[in-house]
C-alpha cells in the first residue's frame, strides 16, 4: 500500500521507517527542507535508538522516500497520516491545532481517489470532525475518511514500541478505512496484537486519558516519596511493595524530579482545557499538572539545601539534561526548571548529556558542557544527576571522588543506593529514601 506521512519529527518519523518496515512504500513528507535533506542521505536528525539502521534498510530497499512536495507523494496514495507536532497553544494550555489544521488543508488539495486520511497526532476530542469538515469543503466525501491512530510510542524505545505495541487504537466507523487501517497494520493482526476499533471521539479521548493516568501515576509516588522522606520510609520498596499487586502494576512507579517531555505536560493541560469546555471536572489531573509543575521547583530547593543552603561561587556538575534516558528530547525537561534556579543562586554549573547537548545549549545560557561526565565533576562541589542515561549508573566512583571538590551526590533518579555511597566516602541525597 502507498501510505503518505506527514510531518518527519519523532512520531512522523518512526511511523514512516516502521510502516515501510511493513513492507508499505512510504513517502514522508517534511515542510523543512533541511530535514528532509539529511533524511534523504540516510541521515537522522532526532536521537533514537536504531532509527538510522532500519530507515536505511528501507531506503535501499526502494520501500521509503522523502520529500517537501506532498502532491507527489500523495499521487495514488491509499493512506495519509497526520504526524504534525501540537504544542500547548501560547497562553492557554489548550493544544494548538494550527499545524493539523494546516496539514489538512495542504492534503485536501492533492485527494483524486478514496484515501484514508488519519490523524497521529495527538489531537483533543472533535479535531477528527474539523479536519473531516476541512477536507469536505473542497472534497468528494466519497473520496475520503477521517480516522484517528493515536500513538503510543516512547521516545528512546520508539521502533519496539511501534512494532509490539500493547494495542492500537482505531477510531473510526468508516468500513472502508477500517479495511485500510486493517491492511496498514497487517503483521500485527498476524502477532495478534489487540486492535482496538472504536469511535473517534473516543479514540481521540483515549490517547489523553492514558497519558494522563501515567502522569498521575508518576505524580503519585512523588508524593509518596516526599511522605518516604519525612517518615523514614524507602520508596522504592513502597513501589515494589504496591507494584507487585497487578492491579496497580510495576510500571510508572519511580520516584522523581517530576514528569517533562513532548507529552505529558501539555497533553495534561489539553485534557483539562477539553474538560473545561465540556463543563467537566477533571480534578485529579489539574492536581497532578500542578503538584508536578511544583515539584520541579522542590528539587531545585533540594538540591540548595543539600549544598548548605548557599551554592554562590560554587562549581556545580549536572549529569543528564534531557526529560529521561535515551532522547535528545529537551522539551519541559526539570533540567530546565532545576538549571536557572541555580544559577540565579550564584552556582557555576558544567553540564554533561550523552546526546542532548545541542538541544540544551540554547536553552541554557550561562551553563557551560563538559565532553563527559568526568570533565563536568573536575572541581565540582556537588554532582546532581538529574537523568538516568546507563553510563552513569557505572561511574567509576573512585575517579569521581578524585576528580570532585567536595564528595557531594544528590541523586534525583535513585541510581545509586545509600548505603554504598556513604561506605565510598560520598555524602548522598536521593529521592524518598534515608
Ligand atoms: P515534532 O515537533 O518532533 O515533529 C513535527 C514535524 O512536523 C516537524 O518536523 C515539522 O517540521 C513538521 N510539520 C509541521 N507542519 C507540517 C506540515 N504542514 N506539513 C509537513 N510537515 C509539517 O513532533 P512529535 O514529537 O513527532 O509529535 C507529533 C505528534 O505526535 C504530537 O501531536 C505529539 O503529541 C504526538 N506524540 C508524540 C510522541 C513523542 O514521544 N514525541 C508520542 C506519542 C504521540
Same mark, same amino acid.
Given at each position: ?253 519511580? *520516584?522523581? #524530579?517530576?514528569?517533562? $517531555?513532548?507529552? +505529558?505536560?501539555? !497533553? ?6 477539553? &474538560? @473545561? ?82 538541544? *540544551?545549549? #540554547?536553552?541554557?545560557? $550561562?551553563?557551560? +558542557?563538559?565532553? !563527559? ?6 572541581? &565540582? @562541589? ?53
Amino acid at each position: 500500500m502507498r501510505v503518505v506521512v506527514v510531518g518527519t519529527g519523532y512520531v512522523g518519523l518512526v511511523s514512516g521507517v516502521c510502516f515501510a518496515d511493513f513492507g508499505h512504500e512510504v513517502v514522508c513528507v517534511d515542510t523543512d527542507p533541511a530535514k528532509i535533506a539529511t533524511l534523504r542521505d540516510g541521515g537522522v536528525p532526532i536521537y533514537e535508538p536504531g532509527l538510522e539502521t532500519l530507515l536505511n534498510a528501507n531506503i535501499t530497499a526502494g520501500r521509503l522516500s522523502f520529500t517537501t512536495d506532498l502532491g507527489t507523494a500523495m499521487q495514488g496514495a491509499q493512506a495519509v497520516f497526520i504526524a504534525v507536532g501540537t504544542p500547548s497553544r501560547r497562553g492557554d494550555g489548550h493544544a494548538d491545532l494550527s499545524f493539523v489544521y494546516a496539514a489538512t488543508e495542504d492534503i485536501a488539495a492533492h485527494i483524486e481517489d478514496f484515501t484514508v486520511v488519519i490523524t497521529k497526532s495527538t489531537v483533543p476530542v472533535g479535531t477528527g470532525d474539523e479536519v473531516e469538515a476541512i477536507l469536505a469543503r473542497t472534497c468528494d466525501p466519497a473520496h475520503f475518511a477521517v480516522v484517528s491512530n493515536p500513538e503510543f510510542l516512547r521516545e528512546g524505545a520508539a521502533i519496539n514500541d511501534f512494532k509490539r505495541p500493547d494495542r492500537v487504537v482505531v477510531g473510526t466507523e468508516d468500513p472502508r478505512a477500517q479495511e485500510v487501517m486493517r491492511e496498514l497494520y497487517r503483521p500485527l493482526f498476524i502477532n495478534e496484537t489487540p486492535i482496538v476499533f472504536t469511535t473517534r471521539r473516543t479514540s481521540e479521548l483515549i490517547k489523553y486519558a492514558g497519558n494522563a493516568f501515567l502522569a498521575t501515576k508518576i505524580t503519585f509516588i512523588n508524593e509518596i516519596a516526599d511522605l518516604c522522606e519525612a517518615v523514614g520510609a524507602d520508596v522504592q520498596d513502597v513501589a515494589r511493595g504496591i507494584g507487585l499487586d497487578k492491579r496497580i502494576g510495576a510500571k510508572f512507579l519511580h *520516584a522523581g #524530579p517530576g514528569y517533562g $517531555g513532548s507529552c +505529558f505536560p501539555k !497533553d495534561t493541560l489539553a485534557l483539562v482545557k477539553t &474538560a @473545561e469546555d465540556y463543563k467537566t471536572d477533571l480534578s485529579i489531573v489539574s492536581s497532578v499538572i500542578q503538584a508536578n509543575t511544583d515539584r520541579k521547583t522542590a528539587m531545585a530547593y533540594k538540591i540548595l539545601d543539600a549544598c548548605g543552603g548557599d551554592v554562590s561561587g560554587k562549581r556545580l556538575a549536572v549529569l543528564g539534561l534531557s526529560f529521561k534516558p535515551n532522547t535528545d528530547d529537551m522539551r519541559d525537561a526539570p533540567s530546565l526548571t532545576i538549571l536557572p534556579f541555580l544559577q540565579k543562586k550564584g552556582a557555576d554549573i558544567m553540564a554533561y548529556d550523552p546526546a542532548a547537548i545541542d538541544e *540544551a545549549r #540554547p536553552l541554557l545560557p $550561562g551553563v557551560s +558542557f563538559a565532553p !563527559d561526565a568526568y570533565v563536568a565533576l573536575e572541581g &565540582a @562541589e556537588a554532582l546532581i544527576l538529574i537523568t538516568e542515561w546507563d553510563q552513569f549508573r557505572a561511574l567509576n566512583l573512585d575517579r569521581v571522588r578524585g576528580v570532585m571538590r567536595a564528595p557531594l551526590v544528590i541523586d534525583l533518579r535513585n541510581i545509586y543506593r545509600p548505603t554504598e555511597m556513604r561506605a565510598q566516602g560520598f555524602t548522598y541525597f536521593s529521592i524518598g529514601r534515608a
